[in-house]
């Protein structure tokens, strides 16, 4: 890959159930497909599972961008995981939103286990966005902020 | 004396209840007033200036006992009483509740009567916090988050938020816990952010609406717009209005196939 | 190809009834009183509107079943689908009228129908005798039911003076605003 | 500190050609806990094995990241390979830089430093796992299957047949179910009696059966392995044990005029009643609601007659318990009343049948002995009409499914017609004719080719009786929606199927999740179609959909197989990845408040309550949450609702993950 | 006893023996009828085949008067007026930018709220109980009771009886003497609004009806619409030239047989201006 020192490399991380999009990305790899870099995937049994604080967590330890992604609705390998999944990122989403956190930063997705082009898809274009969008600066900021605090 | 004082010297004298929770006048503003006997029950009030949640000392077992207990109640105090039920911190039944009707004391005793009256006495959003929210939600993005940025400065983590909701009632609060440490102990914009993040999505369905977080916040960070905005979301979202002690299952623990998803791509 | 402006998609977005619904069972044609004179029994129209056509939409709109149909509701009665296709024969109707493709055959049907809201823009109310006289000058068929007359007048049936409306501006106003949003003539 | 080791595998090239392995396991040596790593061309080879093997034993390693192809692929590999060398192996972690870096990325800095990173995350998450132990649930090897129809009459057969004890409820007085009322089957015409009544009577005689009729499940409490069910055994009011089933009782009876359920109506039955000749068990039930003793306190024949006195009345319902490992649904299907459409005059007009009715008229045991004659005079009917979709594919009035069955049948039924009525007209109103199965397609071809019947492409408005005939107003699409007058002597109503009387009430004893129509639903429409989503409930036949007996004695054996697959075990062993409350020292006992709100967002029921009493005075001091190892799989989504954080879950904790993720984003 | 009543333009006209008989058994039996004032016509088929709009502004404006002037609940013996009327009431209760749109055209203020009675409701509602009492000459004939279709559809907004086989009519029938017999037209059209365009239409639909009745022993049909009375009545002529052989059985409103039973004269029910004579 050709990298221009003066690119925008973001960092971004993917929180994804095993059965659907762990297997998706699997399967992107068996393709050969071929995507971005910039992407680490963090497998979790569900999207159930998929605490919102961790999400915080990536961004304070300076992702620039999230994906999250899990089985299509009715898809669920646990049946009804990911729907306890969307409910929860509707309100989570709102709540950030209304607090100014940049809700375009965090990219949700079903991708299901045939859908290795999608994913490599999903992962080209999140990093296409966050590179448009700049490094996450605002929130590194508070977070250096409480670093530099801390070491008071 | 009142008809609430005699309601509620009545319920003492009968033995029915050990305790009344209730209000009374104090210096500054009103205060709870917790009777045992029945002449504690002459100074009791209730009118709109009775803005502290009292629902709240219902989920402290020091403080009330195993007996039946009765409190005098304001909307929000009943929707305490409601939400708090379902979430088996109270039994059905030990709790009575006193509200006023004009001037009639009306004596509830069933979570299904309580319901029945708020479904009745639906409470609006104040003009106040209506106009806040909309004056907050018109900023960019940018301009919000430099608002709660300025306000989340200001936070001293004295967890009066807590202390003050009627539903945190948790024994290890999540800020308590350090394996892993979710959110760092120390002020600090971030930790704090993410204190009320976490505060306010545990409210999610739950929060009845009572303000006490706002009110009671030493450095007046207005609290309370987090959970209405997030309340108005739901609403939208799933037709659910909260704090309304849903039985089947809280807004997040619950959910419709055809829930609305298109932020999902 | 796809015919963005096909009757099927102007008809749910004015009506919302999903043609696509339809999966022929022919239930309404099977009921439907008149699906023997018409040229297109119920279904058989559903499924001309289906396929999106300029030629089916111009079937549809050039027959005769649009305006014979009586909308005796038997059909949404019975559909399993819950076509409203009633509601359907207004729109289609309407359609034929506007695009000027009304079957020679529904002359008389129009004629009536014209005739008939003309007495009631200006007197408020259905005067049989004006609609008769006012049918017949439209359709030339002056000598229709004119058996009937002599023993409608002597059974009392017909008036040669119409019931009036107090005011019949009221009418003629409200024929007139509504007129403003929609084709009557 | 802890001793990780990391073995990054080249795959041969597949890895190797873009990452570069010796530098991710040079710069993994450094991290923080790694005690020993190293790099090799085929991990998963037997020599790769036994290098991590060897480094587990050597460096006294407590922990393994293996950097390799997906942990779909070979996590359980090398969690063996760990176990044998004396590592609990879910101290095993597998980074996947094969799948998800080396296959996706171009050979370049970036791409070894994503596979650093990914190993990193891993090594964090690694130091904080626990050693786990696979969780044992002893079994019950005892099946209850519900339901005699043919599904739960094959299902039990092959339980008992691998050895197994059965359990089988029916809550009629005899099995035999809907199968047992039919005619001749369909593709094969071969009589369903003939067929079903051996596997009856094999049931009956079964050795490992213990057959309860006119029974019903009241309760079942435990979860699977360890069910324990409440039965109701509804008084039949006669002592089984002394009846001999001679008969005489029910010839007796002076109420004769009671609609026979078995014959749809065709036919009658007395108070007191065997459903059938061929039931099983072959001993009479006093129907209650009829019999004029328990009605009116009169008569007692029946008793004055029973050479063995083996009438009892004023019997009461009694309750037994079992336990049991497993269950199995088998409670059927039914079909949809037709009131729903008057336009078809059924219920008015008496010659306007269901297709099931048409069964009993077409079967030698039924009300005519098997002639086609209609109930109105008992004639022939020299003109027949059969109209497909009666309710099915019909949201308006009835269910918008497609009850798969009917199509068949309605061939069946107008190929019986005819070959019993040689001069008869039979015409099959149908909208489009679903015959995927095997022989089906060519069955339906010869009721048509064949034997003449008139399909007619189109639905029928109404039916309405005129100077005895039947006036059929249908349409055939297929000529331009040309309406068809019929004046038929009879019409057959294909009505649809549907889910049994009180299948969700059934639902909901057992926790069982079921469809919009009652129909139960199953763990996975295409991998898991015979489980449901409690464990140890399977399901057999039409009580999960529409199924004709093929399907369902299909289903049937499915699930008698599940059954046995879980009693071949000595007990139920699970993978410890389950969620899990914690518990703390007195006074706190646990941080769970006892809100429950994670009961309802658990899909598998596995949240239960337990009180925590005070060892002394007994009384409760708190009630919390308690997972159920046997019912939790893992999904994790009540561990991320949990508000105070008081559930976490095993192999995938709260603290791995958030290590992970750190991990992952250090520079 | 007094309802808000809304003739419509045929029981001014072609159909006023419906309106006398309504009026006569109605006074009879103590009920006041109390005309909407300044009413117009409901726009019937012509409108709503031709203007969406004005097919609801028509109907509209009479539901708006009879608010306007305190009615709460208005009997319409004309089944296209009360068929017309309802839908209107259902349409713009579950729209309201048509509502609105309505509203602005036709002027006056509207709410929706007046409930709705067919003849046979109003019967059902406030006659039942005092008829038998005063039933004086049974109504002794074996009949046909004929809906038509405005009466029963659509059911989902009428909701009056059983849309297929309805049973109201047969039973006013029973209770004043008479036979209703079942029979299989019940509820199918007679061609209404072609009455007029297509004459060749209504006479065949209407033979089909007639027929069945007569083939079945009906000595009258009864009905609760003008437009049916008229289709079977005084397109009589036209119908028995479809016909193999002339029928003649008369076609009465119901009104018209209770007023029969009840004793009221032919003149005051308006039997004398029926095309097929009443010789019952």
Redesign the interface.
Known sequence: MSETNQEFEPRIVAFVCNWCTYAGADLAGTSRLKYATNVKIVRFPCTGRIDFMLLLKAFEEGADGIIVSGCHPNDCHYTSGNFHARRRWTVFRGLLDFMGIDVRRIHFTWVSAAEGAKWADIVNETVADIRALGPYDEYKSIASNFEKEAAK | MSKLSEKAAALLSEGTVGLVIGYEQGTHGTRPKFCRKAEDAATLILNDKCLNNIGGYLTKPELIGSGKVAVTATLAVMRTVVQLTAEHQLTDGNVIVLALDGDEVLQMASIDEIKKWLAAHPEDLSDENKALLSKLKALSREERWNFWINEMNKCIKCYACRASCPLCYCNRCIVEVNCPQWIKPWAAPLSNMEWQINRVMHMAGRCVGCGACDRACPVHIPLRLLTISMAGDIKEAFGVASGTGNIDGNVLSSFKPDDKENFIH | MENKDSISRRLKAATGIDTALCYQCGKCSAGCVLADDMDFPPSYILRLLQTETPDSDRAVLTSNAIWICLNCENCIGRCPKEVDIPSMMDFLRAESRKAGLVSPKAKTVIAFHKSFLEQVRDTGRLYEVGLEMAYKLRTFRIFQDVKLVPSMLAKGKLHFLPEKLSDTSVMKNLFQRISGKEDTK | MSKIGVFVCHCGENIAATVDCEKVANTAAKFDGVEFATDYKYMCSDPGQNLIKNAIKEHHLDGVVVASCSPRMHEPTFRKACSEAGLNPFMCEVANIREHCSWVHEKGDATTQKAIDIVRGLVEKVSRDHPLESIHVPITKKALVIGGGIAGIQASLDIANAGHKVILIERDPSIGGHMSQLSETFPTLDCSQCILTPRMVEVAQHPNITLYTYAELEKLEGFIGNFKATIRLKAKSIDEDVCTGCGTCTTKCPTKKIPSEFNQGLGNRTAIYVPFPQAVPNKPVIDKDHCLHYQKGVCGLCEKVCPTHAIHFGQDDSFITEDVGAVVLATGFNVLNTDFFPEYGYGKYKDVITGLQFERLASASGPTSGEIRRPSDGKIPQKIVFIACAGSRDPAKGIPYCSKICCMYTAKHAMLYQHKVHDGESTVFYMDIRAAGKNYEEFVRRAIEEDGVNYVRGRVARVYEKDGKLIVKGVDTLLGAKPVEIEADMVVLATAGVANAGAEELAQKLHVSYDPYHFFAEAHPKLRPVETNTAGIYLAGACQAPKDIPDTVAAASGAAVKVAGLFSQPDLVREPIIAKVNRMPPPVFSTCVGCFMCETACPYNAIEREEIKDRRSGKVIKTIAKVNPGLCQGCGTCVSFCRSKSIDMQGFSNEEMFAEVQALLED | MKIGFYPG??L?????EYNESVQAICKALDVELVTIK????C?????????????L??PA?VLALAEQQGMDEIVVPCASCYNRLSVTQYELANDENLKK?VV????LPYEGKVRILNVIQMIEKYLLDVIPAKVTSKFEHAVACYYG??LV???KILNFD????PQSMDRIISLIGGTPI?W?FK???C????S????D?VA??SA?IVK?AA??GAKAIIVACPMCHSNLD?RRPDINEVLDSPIDIPVLYITQAIGLAIGLSVEELGL????VKVNL
């Open positions: 333009c045929s001014k006209g072609t159909s006023r300044d009413w117009n016509c726009g019937a088929t012509a409108a709503h085949s031709m203007n969406r709009a004005l097919s502004a028509l404006r749109e602005d055209a036709m002027g279709c405005l559809r659509p059911h059983r849309v297929e086989d079942d299989g509820t199918e059209c061609g209404a609004g072609l007029v365009s297509r004459t239409l065949k639909l089909n069945d083939d079945r005084m004398q201006r029926h095309f």
